[in-house]
């Protein structure tokens, strides 16, 4: 009768709670919210029990790991600081939950809003005929769109040579098969109701390069030698000939 006997202390909690009106809020809210917030200044989050007798501990989780807490910040009130504020709290979710019921709770969702952050150059060689491909890493939230330039104009894509992939954190370009028109500056720009980032790729297409195979060189000189040699081998008796001392006659 295990199971019965969870669901009655189940039903007993969910009565006890609806008798006494017992709650929680966090920053003035009883039910779960999201808290959008900057990059660098502090958050101040505080949980409070509501309708309680008697004295009640309070637990906060960050995400599914529990914060640590202080023993005079745990009764009753509980108060946590997120500082600073960072990129890595966009998305994470923050709960107090009663500790002698866990399924009493309110959770906090952060949404963190930032620019793109993206900048600098880089020179790229790469030998006509072959693929390139150019990419940009940045977060931002809300998330960023891309735009590619090249040589400060709206890149003209071709269907048949260009591609373009984008996810929230990367911007790709990647032109096939590269010819020396394909030289030039190409420009990254990654904007968002926040604000924009740049980088800029100068590429630089040099001449294809004709490199013979080592292999197909290796095999020839082999073939050769071994002509050579097997000629000579066939004509060592002609050779021997030539070089025998003629018999000396007895005067």
Request: glycine letters at 6%; one cysteine or more; proline letters at 4%.
């Amino acid at each position: 009768m295990p199971c019965n006997n969870g669901l009655a202390v189940l039903a007993i909690s969910f009565l006890a709670r609806v008798a006494t009106g017992l709650e929680l809020s966090v920053n003035n809210h009883a039910a779960d919210f999201t808290l959008s917030a900057e990059l660098g200044p502090a958050i101040s989050l505080s949980c409070l029990v509501h309708n309680s007798s008697q004295a009640e501990e309070l637990l906060w989780y960050r995400g599914d790991g529990q914060v640590g807490l202080n023993d005079g910040n745990k009764v009753n009130i509980s108060n946590i600081c997120i500082s600073p504020v960072n990129e890595s709290d966009n998305g994470v979710t923050f709960t107090c939950r009663l500790a002698r019921d866990k399924s009493v709770q309110v959770s906090v969702l952060l949404d963190v809003q930032f620019p793109p952050r993206l900048s600098g150059e880089e020179t790229l060689h790469v030998e006509e005929e072959k693929d390139v491909t150019l990419t940009c890493n940045s977060k931002s939230n809300p998330q960023a769109q891309s735009t590619w330039y090249k040589d400060t104009q709206i890149l003209t894509l071709q269907q048949s040579r260009h591609e373009l992939y984008q996810t929230s954190e990367i911007f790709r370009l990647s032109i096939k098969k590269v010819q020396k028109s394909d030289n030039g500056t190409y420009t990254c720009v990654v904007d968002s109701p926040l604000g924009k980032g740049t980088r800029d790729f100068h590429l630089i297409v040099e001449d294809k390069k004709y490199v013979f195979p080592m292999e197909a060189v290796i095999a020839a000189v082999v073939v050769v030698s071994l002509t050579v040699f097997f000629g000579i081998v066939a004509r060592r008796d002609k050779f021997f000939k030539c070089f025998k001392k003629p018999r000396e006659t007895a005067l």
